[in-house]
């Protein structure tokens, strides 16, 4: 403010009046500021980890039940979750810390797929390149979000595209992402060669346009062979263990392209696995 020509009396006039809030000792706020970032700047901390997701446009699994801040001072962090390893880059402003930061600390602090979906969100923005978080990955305690780095793929359009590559992914199943096939188009997912699995966000029932093209593409693909399932949010992240179900039980069939007497091998895998 005292760079855009404000004086030391204009910012106490306008403190007096409410019109700017003192947040502590050289740090103040217009009543309209970002809530979390005021709290954040109350409490002499920056906004971390899934805290700052929102703001940073970040894909977000749940929101926090506490804030969570990085802070210095050794203050109680009865009311917030408090971060204090070493930050890595100079904080984005006094309230919020920079982005490979929060990356850091989520990966440090979360569960893994609360985790990944936010860094997958940033590196698919081309925002953080994944090398520079294992170079700040060191040591035992930081195995697991190593392992989160290690699952991180480019191209997914939604956290729930993330989640149910994992989910199809760790139970075995032959994954692959964003195929193109011709005289269908692009599909998320196709299973062992031939289930297509597409997922649906919460926003897609409503444009007819696109629920028309949806099922003109099922169309297409049942002509072709190749069996459709399709999941929603509540699905992907309410019910896992539901589309798993439903997807092992559609490759059990196997593709219309073969007969039943001539599946693929996979198959028996699975049936020696007990799926």
């Keep these: 403010m005292l760079a855009a020509g404000a004086t030391d009396a204009d910012l106490r006039l306008a403190v007096r009046r409410g019109q700017v809030l003192r947040l502590e000792r050289g740090l103040l706020a217009v009543p309209d500021a970002d809530a979390e970032l005021v709290a954040a700047g109350r409490a002499r901390g920056l906004l971390t980890c899934v805290s700052a997701a929102p703001a940073y446009g970040l894909w977000q ?36 810390a920079a982005l490979p930061d929060v990356l850091l600390h989520a990966l440090l602090c979360l569960p893994e797929l609360e ?14 390149d994944p090398t520079y978080l294992l170079r700040h990955l060191h040591g035992s305690r930081c195995g697991q979000a190593r392992n989160v780095v290690s699952k991180i793929e480019c191209g997914a359009d939604s956290l729930l595209e993330t989640l149910a590559r994992v989910l199809f992914r ?106």
């Design 61 to 96: 699994l749940r929101s926090p039940g506490r804030p969570h801040y990085w802070q210095s001072n050794g203050r109680s962090a009865a009311r917030c979750v408090s971060h204090r390893v070493a930050l890595t880059q100079p904080a984005r402003h006094r309230t919020l």
């Design 115 to 128: 985790s990944l979906v936010m860094v997958e969100s940033a590196c698919n923005r081309g925002d953080i």
């Design 170 to 275: 760790e139970a075995g199943i032959l994954t692959e992402t964003q195929v193109w096939i011709d005289g269908i188009g692009r599909v998320d997912f196709l299973l062992e060669g031939f289930l297509i699995v597409e997922i649906d966000g919460l926003a897609f029932h409503l444009e007819a346009r696109q629920f028309k093209k949806d099922r003109r593409r099922d169309n297409s693909a049942i002509l072709q062979g190749l069996p459709v399932l399709r999941f929603f949010y509540d699905d992907v992240v309410h019910a896992p263990e539901s589309v798993l179900t439903q997807v092992r039980e559609v490759l059990r069939w196997g593709s219309l392209r073969w007969p039943q007497t001539n599946q693929p091998s996979y198959q028996h895998n699975w049936l020696r696995r007990g799926w």
